[in-house]
């Protein structure tokens, strides 16, 4: 198999183990709350361990891509990934757990800071589908995380669930220490002037912002809907409508990844995103039964395809740093999946989780306004090409 299909396929199966790990996470919040005699509040403190650490290594690496020699950033990524879940199954105490989620998710940013910027130069001709296709192989694995928990914890205790993960990401270290990645040399190193340039760019202000709230959006989902959901159903039950959430991205973003290059992008965003606000409110205002799996269906395949679209929009304005602009959307992105969550353990804490997980809807409404902002910013619903100095 050629150099180019292996590292598509390794890169494709880091993504898929990533999102396994990261929805396995809210899935496991009773059996931490049990095992460590923890609060609410505290157990919001997940989220933010888990991806703080990401965002600031993805925002380091994809700064650097230029400099960087990626393949050694992959290696270094993946192993440290498989380390921390080791860590995190033998984690004595709740900090220890912590500490250990927060490596896991630094060294996952190191792998997702350069993996796009790798994509994106071997699939140079075909950006958009491919950013889709990648964001596709992450809903796979995020359904899969909580049903491999549900499975997991059939027959073992919570730990054996990050061993089961760590062995996931093994064949992917054995490609990054083996097989040379093709050439990146088109990823040009980004100054400090062509830097503050590209932040004052409208399609890529736009489209990091509207990235931020998709994170708060998704950051809220993936921590606290089966936390909720257990208020109506049982542990299993409750998983599954997470997966249902999930499930939507498969056909959403195979559908998007049909339509990304005939319909503008931001036109495409706009129309999906505006029907998961009502979804969103029908999901949380307490009903249950089939409705509640149909509303969260719906919400999710209106917010399956933001990430990867948007960014997709952002790096077409300039492809030369496309290192930079995925270190800005992927840190934006994680920025909020950190943040929400907490805010929300919080004012659960104080107000009871069914008025606190309500800020999810307020999130929903400023994505698609920002991106109706960005439209009428640019006077483009396309992705502007521009001209960045190097």
């Known amino acids: 198999m050629e150099r180019t299909k292996v590292w598509t396929v390794a890169i494709f199966l880091f993504v898929l183990g990533d999102a396994m790990a990261l929805q396995a996470r809210g899935p ?3 059996s931490l709350e049990a095992t460590f005699a923890v609060s609410e509040a505290e157990l919001g403190l997940v989220a933010p361990a888990g991806t703080a650490g990401f965002a600031i290594a993805a925002v380091a690496t994809g700064l650097l891509a230029g400099r960087l020699r990626m393949r050694w950033a992959l290696f270094a990524g993946v192993t440290g990934v498989i380390c921390a879940l080791v860590a995190m199954a033998a984690a004595p105490v709740y900090a220890v757990f912590l500490l250990a989620l927060l490596a896991q998710g630094g060294a996952a940013g190191v792998f997702r800071g350069v993996d796009r910027a790798a994509l994106s130069h071997i699939h140079s001709a075909n950006r958009g589908r491919v950013y889709i296709a990648y964001a596709l192989a992450w809903a796979v694995g995020a359904v899969l995380g909580p049903q491999l928990v549900t499975g997991v914890l059939a027959f073992a205790d919570w730990r054996a669930v990050f061993l089961v993960l760590a062995g996931l990401f093994v064949p992917v ?20 002037d062509a830097l503050r340039e590209l932040l004052g ?28 959901a257990e208020g109506f159903y049982g542990t299993g039950t409750a998983s599954l409508l997470l997966s249902t959430y999930l ?16 319909v503008p992008y931001l036109l495409l965003m706009l129309v999906a ?39 997709a929009y952002a790096v077409e304005a300039a492809p030369e740093y496309s290192g930079p602009i995925n270190a800005l959307t992927t840190g934006a992105t994680y920025v909020g999946i950190a943040v929400s969550p907490a805010v929300v353990g919080v004012l659960a804490e104080a107000y009871g989780l069914n008025r606190a997980i ?7 409404v400023l994505l698609s306004s ?21």
Request: aromatic content about 12%.
């Open 273 to 311: 995103t505006v029907p998961a606000i009502p979804a969103f409110a029908v999901a949380f205002s307490g009903i249950t039964g089939p409705v509640l799996f149909v509303a969260v269906f719906v919400a999710g395949a209106g917010l399956s395809s933001c990430f990867p679209a948007l960014s």
């Open 370 to 390: 920002t991106i109706a902002a960005t439209w009428l910013w640019t006077g483009t619903p396309e992705a502007p090409t521009v001209d960045v100095a190097a």
């Open 201 to 228: 760019r409208p399609p890529v202000v736009g489209a990091t912002v509207a990235i931020l709230f998709t994170g708060a959006v998704e950051g809220i989902v993936f921590t606290w809907l089966v936390y909720y």
């Open 247 to 262: 499930l939507a991205y498969i056909p959403a973003r195979t559908g998007y990844t049909l339509l990304v290059d005939r």
């Open 358 to 364: 309500w800020l999810v809807i307020g999130f929903a």
């Open 173 to 192: 270290a054995v490609v990054a220490a083996r097989t040379e990645l093709p050439s990146m040399e088109a990823e040009r190193s980004i100054s400090v």
């Open 28 to 30: 496991i919040l009773s």
